[in-house]
């Protein structure tokens, strides 16, 4: 497909589907957006790790050709004020696999979030953030060591759908008098109106991936998160779903939560994965109390979105915290956190967050190896207290560094 502004690197390979899986050749093609604010700072540090994580790695037999996409304020000086151009979409649909750095949301007006726009036009169905604690990272938590969970967080539909409509509008004095005289439900006047899907389908694929990425990766159980206490018939809904996939699609390798007490007196038999579910209020307390119970959580979209904020909160902040946005095949990794504007190009944030997803990103891909090389050379630099601001501020005897500086030490290390 030709482009308009996007380059394709001559030097590089599709990623390809063959059958259902990823075939990914030794010169990968990977998209990158930049993103706004501390995107460049980070971006620029975490490429430069990668890079050098797959050198000291493979030895040149295996080498990223990356290729910049827009979307953001850098896309919108290049495509006359468009923030996400629709050749961006196309990019990640022919080359599966990329990463970005934070995108500008606006609160309360202006464009819709361009994160919940690649989601959505992607249908990039599971937001996937793993959670664990490095030591050296400092931490409210007590055993920071216990929290070691990854969240599949349903990324199109729940309130993030977008259904709404504004109080005082002719659309929203339409529903409203439908949902009173024809439907019987009561609310105040004036209020805004949202509605908020949860469907079978979504449910079902979105339990599915994380089922199947805890047999993949040895990991013991799978929660649903949910409210279904109160919203039945779609939180409630969806609990009832995880447990249908489970049984429908997975019913050799899991168990529920009664089975284990009921069939096997709470000693969990080898090989079985336990699915159980808990409310999302008391999931919050319990990831603080007792966070070595839980390994694989499955959410819909705005419980799954507070969820993984709170834990990132345990184990360091959302500085280090990673997350992909995952379709079938479609990959998108991205820092999870905002774009920092004061902070844009003072070359002093954490990279962390953006780094740690592109690890994710080499573990998708089947680059193992040099994934685990920056986990440990990242380690090896804390231990070394060699921290930017954000921890330095928190450490003691700490040698806070510029962002720059951190990916050297960081590479040093490997």
Same mark, same amino acid.
């Given at each position: 497909?030709?482009?308009?502004?996007?380059?394709?690197? %001559?030097?590089?390979?599709?990623?390809?589907?063959?059958?259902? &899986?990823?075939?990914? /050749?030794? #010169?990968?093609? =990977? $998209?990158?957006?930049?993103?706004?604010?501390?995107?460049?700072?980070?971006?620029?540090?975490?490429?430069?790790?990668?890079?050098?994580?797959?050198?000291?790695?493979?030895?040149?037999?295996?080498?990223?050709?990356?290729?910049?996409?827009?979307?953001?304020?850098?896309?919108?000086?290049?495509?006359?004020?468009?923030?996400?151009?629709?050749?961006?979409?196309?990019?990640?649909?022919?080359?599966?696999?990329?990463?970005?750095?934070?995108?500008?949301?606006?609160?309360?007006?202006?464009?819709?979030?361009?994160?919940?726009?690649?989601?959505?036009?992607?249908?990039?169905?599971?937001?996937?953030?793993?959670?664990?604690?490095?030591?050296?990272?400092?931490?409210?938590?007590?055993?920071?060591?216990?929290?070691?969970?990854?969240?599949?967080?349903? %990324?199109?539909?729940?309130?993030?759908?977008?259904?709404?409509? &504004?109080?005082?509008? /002719?659309? #929203?004095?339409? =529903? $409203?008098?439908?949902?009173?005289?024809?439907?019987?439900?009561?609310?105040?006047?004036?209020?805004?109106?949202?509605?908020?899907?949860?469907?079978?389908?979504?449910?079902?694929?979105?339990?599915?991936?994380?089922?199947?990425?805890?047999?993949?990766?040895?990991?013991?159980?799978?929660?649903?998160?949910?409210?279904?206490?109160?919203?039945?018939?779609?939180?409630?809904?969806?609990?009832?779903?995880?447990?249908?996939?489970?049984?429908?699609?997975?019913?050799?390798?899991?168990?529920?939560?009664?089975?284990?007490?009921?069939?096997?007196?709470?000693?969990?038999?080898?090989?079985?994965?336990?699915?159980?579910?808990?409310?999302?209020?008391?999931?919050?307390?319990?990831?603080?109390?007792?966070?070595?119970?839980?390994?694989?959580?499955?959410?819909?979209?705005?419980?799954?979105?507070?969820?993984?904020?709170?834990?990132?909160?345990?184990?360091?902040?959302?500085?280090? $915290?990673?997350?992909?946005?995952?379709?079938?095949?479609?990959?998108?990794?991205?820092?999870?956190?905002?774009?920092?504007?004061?902070?844009?190009?003072?070359?002093?944030?954490?990279?962390?967050?953006?780094?740690?997803?592109?690890?994710?990103?080499?573990?998708?891909?089947?680059?193992?190896?040099?994934?685990?090389?920056?986990?440990?050379?990242?380690?090896?630099?804390?231990?070394?207290?060699?921290?930017?601001?954000?921890?330095?501020?928190?450490?003691?005897?700490?040698?806070?560094?510029?962002?720059?500086?951190?990916?050297?030490?960081?590479?040093?290390?490997?």
């Amino acid at each position: 497909m030709a482009y308009d502004n996007i380059v394709v690197p %001559n030097d590089g390979e599709k990623v390809t589907v063959v059958g259902d &899986e990823l075939k990914v /050749p030794d #010169n990968p093609i =990977l $998209a990158f957006i930049e993103g706004d604010g501390i995107g460049y700072d980070i971006m620029t540090a975490s490429k430069r790790i990668w890079d050098a994580a797959v050198q000291a790695t493979y030895g040149g037999q295996r080498k990223i050709s990356w290729m910049e996409i827009y979307a953001g304020e850098k896309a919108s000086t290049i495509y006359d004020g468009n923030y996400m151009p629709e050749e961006t979409f196309d990019a990640m649909r022919e080359f599966i696999v990329g990463i970005k750095g934070p995108l500008t949301t606006p609160v309360g007006g202006g464009f819709r979030s361009l994160n919940v726009t690649l989601r959505q036009v992607l249908d990039l169905y599971a937001c996937v953030r793993p959670v664990r604690w490095y030591e050296g990272v400092p931490s409210p938590m007590k055993n920071p060591q216990d929290v070691n969970m990854v969240i599949f967080r349903e %990324n199109t539909e729940d309130v993030y759908a977008g259904i709404e409509w &504004e109080a005082g509008t /002719p659309e #929203n004095e339409k =529903l $409203a008098k439908f949902l009173r005289e024809e439907m019987g439900a009561t609310f105040f006047e004036g209020a805004g109106l949202g509605i908020k899907p949860i469907s079978a389908f979504g449910t079902k694929r979105l339990v599915a991936k994380a089922i199947q990425y805890a047999i993949d990766e040895g990991h013991d159980s799978v929660t649903l998160v949910h409210k279904g206490n109160i919203q039945k018939f779609t939180e409630g809904a969806f609990r009832k779903w995880g447990y249908e996939v489970a049984k429908e699609r997975f019913g050799d390798y899991t168990i529920t939560e009664q089975e284990l007490w009921d069939d096997y007196d709470g000693h969990q038999p080898e090989g079985k994965i336990v699915i159980k579910d808990r409310i999302a209020d008391i999931m919050f307390q319990l990831s603080q109390l007792r966070p070595a119970e839980f390994s694989v959580l499955a959410a819909p979209n705005l419980n799954g979105d507070y969820l993984s904020d709170a834990l990132a909160a345990e184990v360091g902040g959302m500085g280090i $915290a990673p997350g992909a946005n995952i379709a079938d095949h479609i990959g998108l990794f991205e820092a999870t956190h905002g774009t920092a504007p004061k902070y844009t190009n003072l070359d002093k944030v954490n990279p962390g967050s953006l780094l740690f997803s592109g690890v994710m990103m080499l573990e998708y891909i089947g680059w193992r190896e040099a994934a685990d090389k920056i986990h440990t050379a990242y380690q090896k630099t804390l231990a070394q207290n060699i921290v930017t601001y954000d921890f330095a501020r928190q450490m003691d005897d700490a040698k806070e560094v510029k962002t720059s500086e951190f990916a050297s030490a960081v590479i040093a290390n490997l």
